[in-house]
Each structure stands twice: as structure tokens, then as C-alpha cells.
Nanobody, 113 residues
Framework: QLQLVESGGGLVQPGGSLRLSCAASGFPVDYYAIGWFRQAPGTERTGVSCISGRGGSAIFYADFVKGRFTISRDNAKNTIYLQMNSLKPEDTAVYYC?????WGQGTQVTVSS
């Protein structure tokens, strides 16, 4: 059964860093495109970054994270990562990984002093 499990969220000060993980089971992470989304209270879920599948390396970043966030994939661990640097209060949200209609449970990221 296909499953996505996020981890790595937490409370961090502005300017700090976090690395989110999305551990996949039921399929190889290098076969499908996988994305990170986020949702802040009272807002719609928004795409943050995506990495292509089928062994490809095409990567997409939303403008509001370009230069600060990096998506990567570890095929041996079957895990997708989102390295988040220079975090801002407006990055506060629940972060989800996604494959087609499948979503993880989300991990909370709070950026606050």
C-alpha cells in the first residue's frame, strides 16, 4: 500500500533551518514525481517544490522559496527531503508531501522568535 510519512517539522527562529523528510513506502520514490505543499491556517494548500520521477532530475520551486529551499531524493532510503534555510515567519504552515492523490499526514513548521 502506498504511504507517505512526513517528519522533521518544529519550532525555529527566523533565519534558521529545518530539513523535512517524506518517507515513502509501497513504491520507489525515483519512479514518480513527488511534491511538497504547505497550508497555513485560513489559506489554501499551496505547492512549494516538486521533483520529477522516472529517474529524471527536473525540479520546480515556487517563487517564494527559490534560493532558500532545496528538494532532494535518496533512493536508497526511499525518502524525499526538503531542506529549508533562511526561514521566515511567513513560512509557518503544515507541510505535506504528495504523490498524485496520495498525501501524508503533514508536519508542522513554525517560524517565530
Amino acid at each position: 500500500q502506498l504511504q507517505l510519512v512526513e517528519s522533521g517539522g518544529g519550532l525555529v527562529q527566523p533565519g534558521g533551518s529545518l530539513r523535512l523528510s517524506c518517507a515513502a513506502s509501497g513504491f520507489p520514490v525515483d519512479y514518480y514525481a513527488i511534491g511538497w505543499f504547505r497550508q497555513a491556517p485560513g489559506t489554501e494548500r499551496t505547492g512549494v517544490s516538486c521533483i520529477s520521477g522516472r529517474g529524471g532530475s527536473a525540479i520546480f520551486y515556487a517563487d517564494f522559496v527559490k534560493g532558500r529551499f532545496t528538494i532532494s531524493r535518496d533512493n536508497a532510503k526511499n525518502t524525499i527531503y526538503l531542506q529549508m534555510n533562511s526561514l521566515k515567519p511567513e513560512d509557518t504552515a503544515v507541510y505535506y508531501c504528495n504523490l498524485d492523490v496520495y498525501w501524508g499526514q503533514g508536519t508542522q513548521v513554525t517560524v517565530s522568535s
